[in-house]
């Protein structure tokens, strides 16, 4: 453990060097170590993260998903059962950095999951609304990578969402983003074996206590201005110093996307 541990934390130092130049650390190096938010997160707004959207089912928020275009998001097919649920009450909150006020609520007319969605392997879903979204600074659509893009391990990535601050029973109200870093697709094959396929891709802040959590599931993974990944799973609690987050690969998804929205 301490083996896969040291390797995690030198990959990381590494790549932390080469990238502390061109990117905004010093909050994340700070460690926030009495602030428990989305696990090790802080406040955010919309306007930041315009591709973000609540989805939510009788108006309680349920999971994370990001906007594709128009008409079609993107989240996680463990968002939901094996059977519809009532579409009537299943919508998308758009423009809004607090899940449960302002903003606007589109209704979803389709789920289409992944058709091999197992387990966690292939946790990918889109969502076909009812109405058009009507694109403006706190509604814009988000790049995803082309179909088996490769993605360099060490990188930042933002994770963003309303979920579970701080392992326990509470959303947070206001959107919370979190600076995490990629890890290599060896790495975490070799910490979650079987569990962890080719679909997968992990992020993690070496020290822990900064990570993506339940009802987080199904929003994005971002870098730049790319989604890279879908909150999938991980370790329970949240933040573990050694086992990281478990994200859907996007870039292995991305012909899967365009055969359905054309995107
Ligand atoms: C969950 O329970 C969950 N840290 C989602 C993502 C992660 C952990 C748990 C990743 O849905």
């Not at 999971?63 to 094996?82: E, M």
């Not at 423009?95 to 966690?120: P, W």
């Not at 326990?168 to 074996?193: G, H, K, N, P, R």
């Not at 086992?243 to 054309?262: D, E, H, L, M, R």
């Amino acid at each position: 453990m301490n083996f896969h541990l040291n390797i995690i934390l030198f990959a990381t130092i590494i790549s932390f060097t080469q990238n502390a130049l061109s990117y905004p650390t010093t909050i994340e190096l700070k460690g926030q170590k009495d602030d428990h938010r989305i696990v090790g997160g802080q406040n955010t707004t919309i306007d930041k993260h315009p591709h973000m959207l609540s989805m939510q089912y009788f108006s309680n928020h349920m999971c994370g998903a990001s906007v594709l275009s128009k008409t079609w998001a993107l989240t996680a097919a463990h968002c939901f059962g094996a059977t519809d649920p009532l579409m009537d009450f299943l919508t998308v909150r758009a423009a809004t950095s607090f899940h449960g006020q302002g903003g606007i609520q589109h209704k979803v007319k389709t789920i289409i999951r992944h058709e091999d969605y197992l387990g966690y392997d292939n946790d990918i879903a889109l969502l076909e609304l009812k109405d058009p979204l009507e694109f403006n600074n706190m509604i814009q659509p988000i790049k995803i990578p082309k179909q088996n893009e490769f993605l360099k391990p060490g990188i930042i990535a933002v994770a963003i969402g309303w979920g579970k601050t701080e392992n326990d029973d509470y959303l947070s109200a206001q959107l919370q983003e979190v600076y995490l870093f990629t890890i290599s697709e060896e790495i975490c094959m070799e910490l979650y074996s079987d569990q962890f396929t080719r679909n997968m891709m992990c992020a993690h802040y070496p020290l822990g206590g900064k990570d993506s959590c339940t009802n987080d599931s199904g929003g994005p993974l971002v870098v730049g201005d790319t989604q890279i990944g879908i909150v999938s799973w991980g370790p329970s609690p949240c933040g573990n110093s050694i086992y990281p987050g478990v994200y859907t690969k996007v870039s292995s998804f991305s012909t899967w996307i365009n055969c359905y929205t054309g995107i």
